[in-house]
């Protein structure tokens, strides 16, 4: 069931989006080659503690951590590490779920480590342009959920990357995880609602520089390409308000 939002809940949505932007700001200028991706983790848990913001991801199903600090094959849930050394040329995506006064935002941005390989840089820019033009078609009046993964899988899928499939966007606000699911490729069993005001949802393609293919970890979290090549993530949480389409994060 889709819970809709009225625009005071929205209000308190965007008030976490707030705080959520303001981390990634500190992330945009902290996070560098020789640390670990436990610091990273540090950097956004101690963060949220100083804001008095949850970390909803803290226990989700014994998740053990505040953030997913995913590097190069690791496309998402990868489990922050003193062992994962951050270096030079790495392409790392921070997804980050935050609570504040019971109201949850979900983001992720990917970095560049230092200088990283052309073809790196480009799977980079082109998934983030990917969660933008899903995002433009959501804005736009009478869309379904059908047309942003349309919009997602067109760009795409002409630099021959992989879509993954089996994990997708999700509405957000009052839980981490709640209906309905925004899938960034189109198949028939997609449920195809219209998009109306009240939604509140994250859009978040993963994309693969290889295949699509994916195989998780025996630790039950980290998902890996199948083919060991690069993987991409982006998100933002946008709502669908009595002004149109706004992006919260
Ligand atoms: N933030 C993720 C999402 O975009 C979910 C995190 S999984 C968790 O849906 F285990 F870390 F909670
Ligand atoms: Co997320
Ligand atoms: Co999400």
Redesign the pocket.
Known sequence: MIMLKNEKEIDGIKESGKYLKGLFEELDSRIKAGMSTFEVDKIAHDYMKKHNCGA???G??G?P?A??VSVNDTV??GIPSRDIVLKDGDLVSV???LEKNGFIS?S?HTYEIGTVSDEVHLLNERTRKALYLGIEKAGEKGSRLFDIASAIEKYISQFGYGIVRE?C??G?GFE??EDPLIYNYVSPRNTNSRIKRGMVF?I?PMINMGTSRIKELDDG?TVKTMDGKCACHW?HTVAIRETGLEILT
């Open positions: 909803p991801c803290l989700y199903y998740y951590a953030t997913c998402i849930h997804d980050i779920t979900d992720t994990y966007g999700h957000v981490m995880h994250c978040e979290w998100e």
